[in-house]
């Protein structure tokens, strides 16, 4: 069995997949589908380590592409850019940077089968969808969207004299073909200055908003150093961190503004933030189930 193969086999296992000629012989417009075929369990552990993995994804190895309407930057595989050692993290499949100038922005179009999470950092981004939702996600805001059987929706920068900023969030689902789903909340009433404040989770009595996964997102704004212990909290889960400003250390590793970190088979992770540092962890399975 080759590399490849060999790969896609271990993410496949335990999902009810029975191999990629399923997934080909489905609609070819399914978001799903054309994200499954490519992912693989790639996550190149480095090899200093004897238990736990880990993977580094420095800023500047980020895929780029600037469409001028769209300056956007993204951590895995995306649309042109294609590398294929940087498919996904676990159930993480998609973590793109975009800025999206002035009166501009995407078009309605279609999606099945995903989690899609937004969180702006900067303008005001404006939601329509199919299912009847026009809203408008700003600073502080954290959106999520459960594709399901299918929606249409669009996004666009709802100021002409000004860009937006933000991340576009997708992970694959644990559940397949639920009814569509749009949420929003601001999370100034929720969160705290110098330590991780979730806004992510699987349940709908939890702080923050919720997904059909077993995923947990937190996210900090220091003023302060600070030293936390992250508890993982499903066996099984891996934690991402991504830095959205200035300068933080997980565990051993230095990271800095937009640069990634990926860790798994461990049980805690070691974060240490500095003055001026913001991040978002995303504890995500490691597997599809």
Known sequence: ????????????????????????ARKKDSTYDKLMEDVGFNHLPIKEHKTMKSVYHPANTRGHANHGWLDTHHTFSFATYRNP???????LRVLNDDIVAGGRGFSKHPHDNMEIISIPM??????????????????GDIQVMSAGTGIYHSEKNKNSDQEVRFLQIW?????????????????????????????????????????????????????????????????????????LEGEVRVNDQPLSKRDGYGVWDTEDVIIQSSPGAKILLMEVPMELR
Not at 1 to 24: E, H
Not at 85 to 91: I, P
Not at 207 to 218: C, E, L
């Open 1 to 24: 069995m080759d590399r490849k193969k060999f790969l896609k086999n271990s993410l496949l296992i335990g999902t009810g997949v029975a191999g990629l000629s399923k997934l080909s």
């Open 85 to 91: 050692e940087r498919m996904n993290f676990g159930v």
């Open 122 to 139: 900067s303008g005001d981004l404006e939601h329509m969808d199919s299912m009847g939702n026009q809203a408008i996600i700003k600073q």
């Open 171 to 243: 992970l694959f689902p644990n559940k397949r073909s639920v009814t569509p789903r749009y949420d929003q909340i601001s999370l100034a009433d929720i969160t705290l200055t110098n330590q991780l404040n979730q806004v992510l989770s699987p349940s709908k009595d939890d702080q923050g908003v919720w997904i059909h996964q077993d995923a947990w997102f937190h996210m900090g704004t220091y003023d302060k150093e600070v030293k936390e212990t992250y508890c993982i909290k499903k066996e099984g889960n891996g934690l991402y961190t991504f830095v």
